[in-house]
């Protein structure tokens, strides 16, 4: 079945540790958005990718980076200069000509410990 | 960059009863969504609706392009209608961020 998907669903991590997130697309999308929510709170875009091999900083880009070698997978990674980690991380895909529609994976929800 | 507003923040309603969820927005969109948020935090499609009026099923949406706000309505709200719903917009000038509104969270009591 296509879809996007997020692995893994729950992940927890010490202090100071670097730790990858994966997001994984068979829809053929061309663009691929990694967004962060808090308990309560609405998503905000940390980084997007239209390309292989390009990706642009987002709204709340500091203390994350990314990589887009293939077109299917938009790893995040949270480094250790984030300074507040935990939360619930969801990725998107999108055709990526206008007017077309996105679609989430199931998220992975980090927690520092 | 684009403002996206959503109202209310939070509605309370007995199951049955009929709701009006909104989103404003502050620039002209090439794309608009609305979305629901169940409570294991998925995000599911409800409508992808740029302009003019969808239905499926109890719910329906209408986006007014040129007044830049669109509505979701939900009739005979049920138990399993509770989350929060969130609109999200992509600016027509093409600086490709999808931008999400806050969220409506919805309470539907038995």
């Known amino acids: 079945d296509g879809g996007i998907t997020q692995s893994p669903k729950y992940l927890f991590r010490k202090e100071g540790q670097n730790v990858t997130l994966s997001c994984e697309q068979n829809l053929n999308h061309d663009a691929m958005y990694w967004y962060r929510q808090d308990p309560g709170q609405g998503l905000r875009l940390i980084y997007y990718s239209q390309i292989v091999n390009d990706f642009q900083k987002g709204d709340i880009a500091e203390g994350y980076s990314v990589s887009r070698e293939k077109k299917e997978s938009f790893p995040l990674t949270v480094t250790s200069a984030q300074k507040n980690p935990t939360a619930f991380y969801l990725c998107?895909?999108?055709?990526?000509?206008?007017?077309?529609?996105?679609?989430f994976g199931q998220g992975t929800r980090l927690t520092v410990v | 960059g684009i403002q996206v507003e959503q109202s209310p923040p939070d509605l309370i309603l007995q199951e049955g009863a009929n709701s009006t969820l909104r989103c404003n927005f502050s620039?002209?969109?090439?794309?608009l969504q609305w979305f629901h948020q169940n409570p294991w935090g998925q995000l599911i499609n409800l409508f992808y609706i740029p302009s003019g009026t969808k239905q499926n099923g109890r719910l329906s949406a209408t986006t007014v392009a040129t007044e830049r706000y669109s509505l979701l309505y939900i009739s005979s709200s049920q138990t399993t209608d509770s989350g929060v719903y969130f609109c999200a917009v992509e600016r027509v000038n093409r600086d490709d961020k999808i931008i999400f509104g806050k969220g409506t969270r919805l309470h539907i009591l038995p």
């Open positions: 998107a895909s999108i055709k990526g000509n206008m007017n077309t529609e996105a679609f």
């Open positions: 620039d002209s969109v090439n794309n």
